[in-house]
């Protein structure tokens, strides 16, 4: 069972940055996808950024040019970097690694409140 602890949550003014990271428990270099997705309250959770196995990185549309996905597999964690933030970004943030022939993991979502 793959555990994928995350931190770096917090709360912060509107045009402030956070650095979300995701520490798993074992290798992450062949995984299928890593990324983050993020649920606001009352809302269904989406997709934030991901990694694919290829090592491309992909954005959903709200946070292109403000978020940066990236990873280190020397010490198995991935973070997102978080420039710009709105008040529509305040969400729990959730990372997952997708594993060939094992599934997804999840991590345990860490809170981000943009507020003035």
């Known amino acids: 069972q793959v555990q994928l602890v995350e931190s770096g949550g917090g709360s912060v003014q509107p045009g402030g940055s956070l650095r979300l990271s995701c520490a798993a428990s074992e290798s992450i270099v062949s995984s299928k996808s890593m990324g983050w997705y993020r649920q606001a309250p009352g809302k269904q959770r989406e997709l934030v950024a991901f990694i694919s196995s290829a090592g491309s990185e992909n954005y959903a549309d709200p946070v292109k040019g403000r978020f940066t996905i990236s990873s280190d597999s020397a010490k198995n964690t991935m973070y997102l970097q978080m420039n710009s933030l709105k008040l529509e970004d305040t969400a729990v943030y959730y990372c997952?690694?997708?594993?060939?022939?094992?599934?997804?993991?999840w991590g345990q979502g860490t809170q981000v409140t943009v507020s003035s």
């Open positions: 997952y690694l997708s594993l060939e022939r094992r599934g997804v993991y």
